[in-house]
């Protein structure tokens, strides 16, 4: 079984580019050059380079002594959340904006919901010096407020979208018609592993930098390249793209993705897309959809901004329907314990995202001699008022 894209930009009966025929060119370009511009010993070097002194990476492979002892397993958490900017976010962008200066595009676009997305983004443009334009559901700039300071702060323009629910799909309707307006000077950075074919293998690449230095990380500490288990929480699937990525075809690590469940999957208000969802066409791709009877799109909920998404990215789906991967789901409680449970065990306030893949810890028994390594994807910094809200702190 091949769990990579094929040469047609499908992930078994996932994936392809189901785009208007105006974007044609845009995404053509792209498919037609990201491998060959990858490959480039220069960009190699400029990419290695950042994520080392600007990224901070490699980023730690850490031992969670207390947090091991009380499951009885030994837990790695793989530390994205002390990259630049708070989260694995910024590998992407960093390759996306290094990916549009070798195609000559001079503006940069970009969608975010929570603003995770929108801050790497304007960082890396602040970085590089190129326009930055950011669609911003008008609900969300409500609610998410400092980072669309930050993004400001960094010289980037935000756009409310003002149409629909004014949340994350708005803003990402309203991109891709900057995108067909502008097809010549301008390169969106999509902030997932989700989109039109080359994008969900072009940030899984970038982001595969994660699966890279966890191989000789734990050989380092363990004595072997491989975990037993290999965990992340899943929104669009990036981070969870790049813990996995070296592992796919490793037979013997288990691969577990965890989605939110919100108030709990049954409860009309959630994200479980792997329970929920029926195949469908999202942002250009055929994936897991959750929808209503006759495909309209379901809003989704959970008490983390970065999972509350109602698809989830093609190879994620093709990793779902050929058992490769184990889906779970987490509610917006079990999630928000287990995230308290590690700041008290180990020290470390977590996104609510990461929290997600921390509770699976009490709902699943792993063996006292299985190696499991977490991702971590970003830091709580953005989500203290939800966690003041939350334990009335
Ligand atoms: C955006 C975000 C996610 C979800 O996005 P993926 O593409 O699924 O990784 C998870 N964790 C954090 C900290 C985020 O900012």
Redesign the pocket.
Same mark, same amino acid.
């Given at each position: 079984m091949n769990y990579n894209v094929n040469e047609k930009g499908y992930y078994g009966e996932f994936g392809g580019a189901f785009i208007p025929e105006m974007l044609y060119p845009n995404v053509e370009e792209l498919r037609q050059n990201y491998l060959k511009v990858m490959a480039e010993p220069d960009f190699q070097n400029e990419f290695n380079q950042l994520l080392k002194d600007y990224v901070g990476r490699p980023s730690p492979l850490y031992f969670a002594k207390r947090l091991s002892e009380k499951y009885n397993t030994k837990i790695y958490l793989k530390r994205?959340?002390l990259n630049h900017t708070?989260?694995?976010?910024i590998n992407n962008t960093i390759g996306q904006i290094l990916m549009a200066k070798r195609l000559g595009k001079t503006r940069i676009i970009a969608e975010t919901?929570?603003g995770?997305?929108g801050v790497a983004t304007a960082t890396v443009c602040a970085l590089m010096g190129l326009e930055c334009i950011v669609y911003m559901g008008e609900i969300d700039i409500a609610r998410q407020a400092p980072n669309v300071a930050r993004m400001k702060m960094l010289g980037a323009k935000v756009v409310p979208a003002l149409s629909g629910s004014r949340t994350l799909k708005d803003a990402t309707n309203e991109a891709i018609r900057d995108w067909i307006n502008n097809p010549v000077n301008t390169h969106y950075i999509i902030?997932?592993?989700?989109g039109p074919h080359p994008y969900p293998d072009m940030?899984t690449r970038f982001?595969a930098v994660i699966s890279e230095e966890i191989k000789w990380q734990l050989k380092e500490q363990e004595g072997r390249e491989n975990p037993d288990y290999v965990a @992340?929480?899943?929104?669009?699937?990036?981070? #969870? @793209?790049?813990t996995y990525y070296h592992f796919l075809h490793e037979d013997n690590v288990k691969i577990i993705a965890v989605e939110a469940a919100g108030l709990g999957v049954d409860s009309g208000e959630s994200a479980a897309t792997s329970v929920l969802g029926k195949e469908g066409i999202i942002h250009g791709c055929k994936t897991l959809l959750m929808q209503t009877n006759d495909g309209q799109i379901t809003e989704p909920y959970s008490i983390? #901004?970065?999972?509350d998404?109602p698809g989830?990215?093609p190879m994620h789906a093709h990793l779902c329907k050929t058992g490769r991967a184990e889906f779970m789901s987490i509610t917006d409680d079990e999630a928000m314990k287990a995230g308290l449970e590690l700041c008290e065990l180990e020290g470390i306030i977590? #996104?609510?995202?990461?929290s997600h893949a921390l509770a699976i810890f009490s709902q699943k028994e792993f063996k006292p001699d299985d190696v499991v390594v977490m991702?971590l994807?970003?830091?709580g910094d953005?989500d203290l008022q939800n966690y003041i809200d939350y334990f009335k702190i």
């Open positions: 994205e959340d708070g989260a694995h976010k919901g929570a995770q997305h902030g997932s592993a989700i940030v982001q @992340a929480c899943i929104g669009g699937g990036s981070n #969870a @793209a790049g983390s #901004a970065g999972l998404y989830v990215g977590p #996104a609510i995202e990461s991702s994807s970003g830091r953005k």
